[in-house]
């Protein structure tokens, strides 16, 4: 199982970009990145996902390095609403599998 | 939190009793987990089921039993419950085809053993 590590803590001010790294060196050749968010204690949610190129959707980027080794969420205009617990995982997107999550990131957006 | 639903929502339980937690999902996936989250801890996978009548362990299966009997459930038992299973419990299910791209969560069961 491909695992992720990440800061176990950020902080952005309101305002600007909020860039959350992940490594995932493991990885293999036909999992994908995903990012999730939660918020105090609700389900986490979906961000975005990606397997080789960067992606971009309405709520934020993800950079992937051409390695794959590693990845950047990037919110670029973060509000107090973005103050979440971030995680970084991978998976395939067919079959099963462990869906593994890691500690996350707990990001603070500052007023 | 569409589609997946969690029961009981909250419980409450004395040390060494047993219980189910119940998850169904309507969407038609293969696979389903379950999930426990302690409070300031990341989501840690106890179990999970790949298709009907399937189950494997996850990281942290000690404690705890599954039941995969049909495609829509997928029940998590305490057998003999402990205060170190007080956590809020998430039940989860993936889409599994190439046009799927997310992971479909329950609204959580909050189980405190006192």
Redesign the interface.
């Known amino acids: 199982d491909a695992k992720t590590t990440q800061p176990p803590s950020m902080d952005c001010a309101e305002g600007r970009a909020a860039n959350l790294p992940c490594n995932h060196s493991t990885i293999s050749g036909n999992e994908y990145v995903?990012w999730?968010r939660q918020i105090h204690?609700?389900?986490?949610q979906?961000i975005i996902?990606g397997l080789k190129n960067n992606e971009t959707n309405e709520m934020a980027s993800l950079i992937i390095t051409e390695d794959r080794k590693s990845s950047t969420l990037i919110l670029p205009h973060a509000t107090l609403r973005d103050t979440a617990?971030y995680?970084c995982i991978v998976?395939y997107?067919?079959?099963?599998q462990?869906?593994?999550?890691?500690?996350?990131t707990r990001l603070t957006i500052n007023p | 939190n569409a589609g997946v639903t969690q029961t009981p929502k909250f419980q409450v339980l004395k040390t060494g009793q047993s219980m189910t937690l119940q998850c169904a999902q309507d969407m038609n996936h293969n696979s389903m987990y379950w999930y426990r989250q302690d409070p300031g801890m990341g989501l840690r996978l106890i179990y999970y089921s790949a298709s009907e009548g399937t189950t494997d362990k996850g990281e942290v299966p000690n404690g705890y039993n599954v039941s995969r009997l049909n495609k829509r459930e997928f029940s998590l038992r305490l057998e003999s419950a402990a205060p170190s299973q007080t956590s809020v419990y998430f039940c989860a299910t993936p889409t599994d085809t190439a046009s799927g791209n997310t992971i479909y969560f329950g609204e959580g069961s909050w189980l405190t053993v006192v």
Do not use: D, I, N
């Not at chain 1, 204690?41 to 986490?44: N, R």
């Not at chain 1, 997107?93 to 099963?96: D, E, P």
């Open positions: 995903y999730y204690s609700q389900g986490p979906y996902h617990v995680y998976r997107l067919q079959g099963a462990k869906l593994v999550f890691g500690q996350g």
